[in-house]
């Protein structure tokens, strides 16, 4: 039986509320691959034009997110059901100070390299190390910062010489229409969007293309890799995470207290960053989650208030299983939790008591996957050398933070953890430092985008080697003789000889057999 091959209309809704709040249409595989034939095709012009004239084109981007700044956030806030506010500061703000920020320095990161200035002309040869684009990358985006996300995934691809395709979240298709719409200025062909669920994301990644830039869950990211694998395509892998917070004795619990308590439900808990461990040594557990809960008594959890709501029923669905596991196994609800009523129920809307947890055991699968949601674990330890060992076995971080008022235990404690980024006295903001890498370890991915970094991961460093000595032939050439051995020998001893004597009597050897061994090259 033939089947439709005809796409799907995505539906947006507002998780707010339930309401439909809009329907686009979405592109089918092949759509997806004359996309990427059109970025292949100026893939070449636009890589040739030189990083400054580049980054004079794309700000046409960054102006039109100006021009069009209110009705990206309201999109962003009715699709994702978080508050006006975050949709501005976390999803439109760091995008254009990506934007800015690669205007002024891809030019000069971009610049050649010219490594070995001193061995390279002793063996007659001068480099120049090359910054040069991979051609077309696709990137594929997720729901939760969809504006945000989509553009530090195009952005240093870009700015590099790369023409992109972007396929961003189904879940939130009126963001990116917004995206197509502040990416129409482009030259057509180098910034395309296509639109739709996983299947359309396959596609793109099998079109080939020379380089994906991935931003999601470790789950998709393993289908991507595998994927990508069959094309020899690299892959950039910005996954998920269950971030530790570790909360010292000499902390300033006032200030640990505000910044866990936004680290953990900012977005209602749906960031890659968010804190989804806090582990407080003993001395000041009970005054920490006093003050902590009774800060998070004072937020609106409400539209457009402090805390908003969760944008997918299938998130809902995990943190609701999520807490009602840790309660069977011995957690202890401090706020919110199960017997909460969940506001917006009736009508659809999709709505999570913030909940704080307090105690741990091995039984629990809260401290084995990725929460997603407002709920905040609380550990009881009893030093930081148990809140270390807990924040590197019991999950994964693709961030950190240490909160205590010393400098000194901070650079030890952040020597020890194990995450892309370590934080004193703050969590998640480092995501809009827009200039330092983002990326994560282990499971939370690998590849980095953000900074001189970003722009390196989308360029292909190429080595442009000249002979300084192009009438003479090298010594390392054929034929293998005595001469040529001995010589090549003496270097040897004069790298690996542990004193200068030895050194310099292998560089005597060395002189006297050089001529000898370059005369008998065929
Ligand atoms: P997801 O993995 O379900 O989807 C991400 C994107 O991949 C979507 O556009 C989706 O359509 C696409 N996709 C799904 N299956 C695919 C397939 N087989 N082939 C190609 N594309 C496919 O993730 P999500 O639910 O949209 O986002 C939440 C996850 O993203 C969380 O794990 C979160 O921690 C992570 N995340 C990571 C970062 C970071 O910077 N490291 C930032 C934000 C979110």
């Known amino acids: 039986m033939a089947r439709s091959t005809r796409p799907k209309k995505l539906k947006a809704f507002n998780p707010a509320t339930g309401e439909q709040v809009g329907e686009v249409q979405a592109n089918s595989p092949a759509e997806v691959s004359e996309a990427v034939a059109l970025a292949r095709k100026v893939a070449p012009e636009w890589g040739a034009i030189p990083p400054a004239g580049r980054a004079r084109i794309l700000k046409d981007v960054r102006h039109r997110i ?3 700044m209110d009705d990206i956030v309201e999109t962003v806030a009715t699709e994702c059901g978080k508050p006006r506010a975050e949709a501005l500061v976390h999803d439109v703000m760091p995008a254009v100070m990506a934007l800015q920020y690669f205007e002024r320095v891809a030019p ?8 070995g200035r001193i061995i390279g002309p002793l063996l007659g040869v001068s480099s120049k190390v090359e910054w040069r684009p991979f051609g077309v990358v696709g990137c594929i985006s997720p729901w939760n910062y969809p504006f945000q996300l989509a553009i530090f995934a195009i952005a240093p691809a870009l700015f590099a010489g790369n023409t992109v395709v972007l396929k961003p979240s189904e879940v939130t298709p009126g963001v990116g229409e917004r995206l197509r719409a502040v990416l129409e200025g482009l030259p057509p062909g180098v910034a395309s969007i296509v639109q739709g669920g996983a299947d359309v994301g396959q596609a793109l990644v099998d079109a080939p293309c020379d380089k994906v ?4 869950s470790p789950a998709t990211g393993r289908k991507i890799a595998g994927a990508a694998a069959k094309h020899l395509t690299p892959v950039v892998m910005e996954l998920g995470g269950q971030d530790a917070a570790i ?10 207290s505000s910044g866990v308590l936004w680290g953990a439900f900012l977005n209602s808990g749906q960031t890659c960053a968010a804190i989804e461990r806090a582990y407080v040594v003993d001395g000041v557990a009970d005054e920490f989650i006093e003050r902590l809960s009774s800060k998070l008594a004072k ?9 908003g709501a969760l944008t997918t029923s299938a998130g809902l669905d995990t943190v609701t299983r999520l807490v009602e596991d840790s309660v069977r196994n011995g ?7 199960p017997g909460e009523v969940k506001k917006g129920a009736a009508s659809g809307g999709r709505w999570y008591p913030p909940t704080i947890l307090e105690g741990r055991s091995e039984e629990m699968a809260l401290f084995k996957e990725e929460i997603f949601g407002p709920v905040l674990p609380i550990v009881r330890v009893r030093d930081e050398a148990e809140a270390v060992r807990r924040a590197n076995e019991d999950g994964f971080s693709l961030t950190a933070s240490v909160w205590t008022g010393s400098r000194a235990r901070f650079d030890r404690l952040a020597g020890e953890l194990r995450a892309g980024t370590i934080s004193s006295n703050d969590h998640a903001s480092t995501a809009g430092a827009v200039w330092t890498p983002w990326g994560g370890v282990g499971e939370s991915g690998y590849g980095r985008i953000n900074g001189v970094y970003g722009l390196r991961e989308f360029s292909v460093p190429v080595h442009v080697a000249r002979s300084l000595m192009p009438k003479m032939k090298k010594v390392w050439w054929y034929p293998y ?3 040529t051995t001995e010589t090549l020998r003496a270097v040897s001893d004069a790298i690996a000889a542990p004193t200068v004597r030895e050194k310099a009597r292998a560089v005597r050897v060395m002189i006297g057999s050089f001529g000898r061994a370059v005369k008998n090259k065929l």
Do not use: M, Q
Request: proline share 5%; with cysteine.
């Open 299 to 307: 937020l609106h959890h409400e539209e457009d208030g402090d805390i």
């Open 481 to 483: 003789d005595a001469a």
């Open 108 to 115: 000069k990161a971009l610049r050649p390299d010219h490594p």
């Open 66 to 68: 100006y021009n069009n």
């Open 247 to 256: 909360v010292c004795e000499d902390a300033d619990v006032d200030v640990a």
């Open 213 to 216: 830039c991935f931003i999601g």
């Open 331 to 337: 957690a202890t609800v401090v706020a919110g939790g």
